[in-house]
């Protein structure tokens, strides 16, 4: 049962974080369509509600349901409530949560044709999963041979990267 139960997390988890990924990607596009012509502004406008409506309730939402539902029977039923890993795994996983749920707030406010931040400021926004995305990777498969300061030192130096990544593309861009 176990080999299931994993299997079915794993592919929820790629789905949810699919899901953020190009969530994110939307809002970007949707508020660059802001300085667009009346017409053409109207157009994508309305597209891009349908399509970050669709992405959001028909595959994040229920992927984020089903991974969390799927990974916390598998902690019940393995009893690893106990394991150090586990707990750093469940706070990051808790930290993730709080990216989907202010990820929904934006969404929200998209819907409602509120837009505050920049593309730039959602292309920061969208790093941040990958953060997480990492971070959970590395613990899960690392567990217990993670030496933390170095992988808290790695963390850290991804998010740099990342940085200095989005920095240079931007500079390439204009």
Known sequence: MYLYLKALHIIFVVSWFAGLFYIIRLFIYHTEAEVKPEIERNALRSQFKIMENRLWFIITWPAAILATLFGIWMVVDLNLWSQPWMMVKLGLTSLLWIYHLYTHKLYNRLQKDQIRWTSNQLRLWNEVATLWLVA???????????????????????????????????????
């Open 136 to 174: 959970i990777v590395f613990v899960v498969v690392l567990k217990g041979t993670l030496n933390w300061i170095y992988g808290t030192a790695g963390f850290f130096l991804v998010g740099i990267a990342l940085m200095i990544a989005i920095k240079a593309y931007k500079r390439l861009r204009n």
